[in-house]
C-alpha cells in the first residue's frame, strides 16, 4: 500500500525558516512531478512548489524567491526550504505524488505556523 510521508513542519517566528520532507512507501509506479500544496481553513488547497522528473521547478507567486524545492522523483522524495517566512505562510502543508493518468496520492499534511 502506498504512503505519502511528510515531516518538518512545526512552529516558528515570521522571517524564520524551516524544511519540510516528503517520501513515498510502497509501489508508487511512474511518477510525472511531486509537489507541495498548503491549505487554510475555508480556502482552496494552493500549489505551493512542485518539481517534475526532469527537474523542472514551478512555484506559486507567494512563494517564489523565499522557498526552494529538491529532491529526485525517481527515488519519490522531495523537500521544501522555506525561508523568510510569513504570517500568511501558515497552512497545513500537503505533499502529492501526480502519475500519468492515475490519481494522484496525498499526504496527510503537515501543519506550519507562523507566529510572533
Known amino acids: 500500500q502506498v504512503q505519502v510521508l511528510e515531516s518538518g513542519g512545526g512552529s516558528v517566528q515570521p522571517g524564520g525558516s524551516l524544511r519540510l520532507s516528503c517520501t513515498t512507501t510502497?509501489?508508487?509506479?511512474?511518477?510525472?512531478?511531486m509537489g507541495w500544496y498548503r491549505q487554510i481553513p475555508g480556502k482552496e488547497r494552493e500549489l505551493v512548489a512542485r518539481?517534475?522528473?526532469?527537474?523542472?521547478?514551478d512555484y506559486g507567486d507567494s512563494v517564489k524567491g523565499r522557498f526552494i524545492i529538491s529532491g529526485d522523483i525517481a527515488k519519490k522524495t522531495v523537500y521544501l526550504q522555506m525561508s523568510d517566512l510569513k504570517f500568511e505562510d501558515t497552512a497545513v502543508y500537503y505533499c502529492?505524488?501526480?502519475?500519468?493518468?492515475?490519481?494522484?496520492?496525498w499526504g496527510q499534511g503537515t501543519q506550519v505556523t507562523v507566529s510572533p
Open positions: 510502497g509501489d508508487v509506479g511512474v511518477v510525472n512531478f
Open positions: 518539481l517534475t522528473m526532469t527537474g523542472v521547478t
Open positions: 502529492s505524488v501526480v502519475r500519468p493518468f492515475e490519481p494522484r496520492y
